[in-house]
T-cell receptor, first 113, second 116 residues
Framework: AQSVTQLDSQVPVFEEAPVELRCNYS??????LFWYVQYPNQGLQLLLK??????LVKGINGFEAEFNKSQTSFHLRKPSVHISDTAEYFC???????????FGAGTRLFVKA | SQTIHQWPATLVQPVGSPLSLECTVE??????LYWYRQAAGRGLQLLFY??????ISSEVPQNLSASRPQDRQFILSSKKLLLSDSGFYLC???????????????FGPGTRLLVL
């Protein structure tokens, strides 16, 4: 069975500082990995996804994530955050090509001025 | 382009009352459809998914049900709401496009349900 663990429930960071949101997964088969962002009172938007190939995946809004198979991790990073990045971020895994995706509990990113 | 609608945006209901939340998708055919619940401080819990009209799979046993009367319409219902049904309900759709190896789920704006 698949599972996703987001190691931090909340991450406070100052504006223009770098940030890393951590995600670990478990699966017995090959997986597809996603990061979604949810702004207050809105649905989720896809930030980036990993299927295969290069382990460094670039997404929208300057975010990127690195797939590490040996550590079963898919951490999300941004070199310099903005106030507007304040949101909840969800890591997700699927072993069925995106159908029936399992989501982590979310990490709330607070960007302070 | 594809769009997904959910309504109502917010709903306050008494315990024991019925529920009907509606989700419609435009601009695509035969999508996979999903209902998720997001409780405060918790992640997304998949409640139901559907691969076609009248085809509903339940992930979590509960007092909720889902129906898909039309290709692009997905309805979440309950006969009698419980306090624990409060949460943020999200509808999503996905489709595997020709040439793609991966489906991406696209989410609606959500319905916030408060059961009192």
């Amino acid at each position: 069975a698949q599972s996703v663990t987001q190691l931090d429930s909340q991450v406070p960071v100052f504006e223009e500082a770098p940030v890393e949101l951590r995600c670990n997964y478990s699966s017995s088969v090959s997986v597809y990995l996603f990061w979604y962002v949810q702004y207050p009172n809105q649905g989720l938007q896809l930030l980036l996804k990993y299927l295969s190939g290069s382990t460094l995946v670039k997404g929208i809004n300057g975010f990127e994530a690195e797939f590490n198979k040996s550590q079963t991790s898919f951490h999300l990073r941004k070199p310099s955050v903005h106030i507007s990045d304040t949101a909840e971020y969800f890591c997700a895994v699927s072993d069925t090509g995106g159908f029936k995706t399992i989501f982590g509990a979310g990490t709330r990113l607070f960007v302070k001025a | 382009s594809q769009t997904i609608h959910q309504w109502p945006a917010t709903l306050v209901q008494p315990v024991g009352s019925p529920l009907s939340l509606e989700c419609t998708v435009e601009g695509t055919s035969n999508p996979n459809l999903y209902w998720y619940r997001q409780a405060a401080g918790r992640g997304l819990q998949l409640l139901f998914y559907s691969v076609g009209i009248g085809q509903i799979s339940s992930e979590v046993p509960q007092n909720l049900s889902a129906s898909r009367p039309q290709d692009r319409q997905f309805i979440l219902s309950s006969k009698k709401l419980l306090l624990s049904d409060s949460g943020f309900y999200l509808c999503a759709w996905s489709i595997l496009l020709a040439g793609d190896a991966l489906e991406t789920q696209y989410f609606g704006p959500g319905t916030r349900l408060l059961v009192l």
